[in-house]
T-cell receptor
Framework: DAGVIQSPRHEVTEMGQEVTLRCKPI?????LFWYRQTMMRGLELLIYFNNNVPIDDSGMPEDRFSAKMPNASFSTLKIQPSEPRDSAVYFC???????????FGDGTRLSIL | AQSVTQPDIHITVSEGASLELRCNYSYGATPYLFWYVQSPGQGLQLLLK??????LVQGIKGFEAEFKRSQSSFNLRKPSVHWSDAAEYFCAVGAGENYGQNFVFGPGTRLSVLP
């Protein structure tokens, strides 16, 4: 089975630009999570969805960040406008219901210049 | 809310030596416990999980972990380390039936393996 697929793997852009990160969860998984990983703060949960509905976005750092899940097989995390402090690795993860672990994608390494 | 500590930021062992990575959690009830491994430039891969039952759980790549309620610990062990085990290891805790927002990662332990 295909795992969680994220794109792009790497993104380098200038500050002020809009950045869109994409995620395709594992088929049949009802939960989708977005994480950010930095050296200083480790892994932080940004937002998660259940059945395409955002359940908890309290980890989203500020209004510049937004996430959508228009259907069960696709989610986006958007940063507009981007800032250098947004540079990090962003992971998407998915899981089934009921006591199943999360499965992670390979991440998107984002660099904002 | 639950929390996770991994007291060792960095551990170095020789290839063939035994390994134990420590994980302590804070939570009022029995949590769901996980160990993940992250190789450089890669995502997190699940090594093993504990939900209930036998407190000694076996995982992939020869790893095992033991849940000790009295010590609030879930330490990861491997009897003989291979050079390919060099990576970052994360302990994680999930709480409650819907542990989406209650899924917390520890800060990680970086493992280096000497030839």
């Amino acid at each position: 089975d295909a795992g969680v697929i994220q794109s792009p793997r790497h993104e380098v852009t200038e500050m002020g630009q809009e950045v869109t990160l994409r995620c395709k969860p594992i088929s049949g998984h009802d939960y989708l999570f977005w994480y950010r990983q930095t050296m200083m703060r480790g892994l932080e949960l940004l937002i998660y969805f259940n059945n395409n509905v955002p359940i908890d976005d309290s980890g989203m750092p500020e209004d510049r960040f937004s996430a959508k899940m228009p259907n069960a097989s696709f989610s986006t995390l958007k940063i507009q406008p981007s800032e250098p402090r947004d540079s990090a690795v962003y992971f998407c993860a998915s899981r089934r219901e009921e006591n199943q672990p999360q499965h992670f994608g390979d991440g998107t390494r984002l660099s904002i210049l | 809310a639950q929390s996770v500590t991994q007291p060792d930021i960095h551990i170095t062992v020789s290839e063939g030596a035994s390994l134990e990575l420590r994980c302590n959690y804070s939570y009022g009830a029995t949590p769901y416990l996980f160990w993940y491994v992250q190789s450089p430039g890669q995502g997190l891969q699940l090594l093993l999980k504990y939900f209930s039952g036998d407190t000694l759980v076996q995982g992939i790549k020869g790893f095992e972990a033991e849940f000790k309620r009295s010590q609030s610990s879930f330490n990861l062990r491997k009897p003989s380390v291979h050079w390919s085990d060099a990576a970052e290891y994360f302990c994680a805790v999930g709480a409650g039936e819907n542990y989406g927002q209650n899924f917390v990662f520890g800060p990680g332990t970086r493992l280096s393996v000497l030839p």
